[in-house]
Nanobody, 123 residues
């Protein structure tokens, strides 16, 4: 059974960089054909795909966030990370990591999800 667990600070100040790590167990992030994504849900809004990293290491980003987003991985730790720069209160959300066989899919196309972590942006 694949498990994903997000970790990182729950509070970030405006203009700073938000950094989150997703630790994967029960399966390798380099296993062929899987994509590992970051998805967020602001309060009262729907899910938003932010970007992801493929089993090959290739990265993909949402056009609306591309200028502020960086996703990387550490295969030795079976982790992938999200960095979101220049955050504002509008980046307050529950952040999820998830796995799918497509780059950017609808929620049903993700077979494993982390539990989510609340990140608030406030001074």
């Amino acid at each position: 059974q694949v498990q994903l667990q997000e970790s990182g600070p729950g509070l970030v100040k405006p203009s700073q960089t938000l950094s989150l790590t997703c630790t994967v167990s029960g399966g390798s992030i380099t296993t062929n054909c899987y994509y590992w994504s970051w998805i967020r849900q602001p309060p009262g809004k729907g899910l938003e795909w932010m970007g992801g990293i493929a089993y090959s290491g290739k990265t993909y980003y949402s056009p609306s966030l591309k200028s502020r987003t960086s996703i990387s991985r550490d295969t030795s730790k079976n982790q992938f990370t999200l960095q979101l720069s220049s955050v504002t209160p509008e980046d307050t959300a529950v952040y999820y990591c998830a796995r799918s066989v497509v780059v950017e899919g609808i929620p049903d196309e993700y077979d494993f999800w982390g539990q989510g972590t609340q990140v608030s942006v406030s001074s």
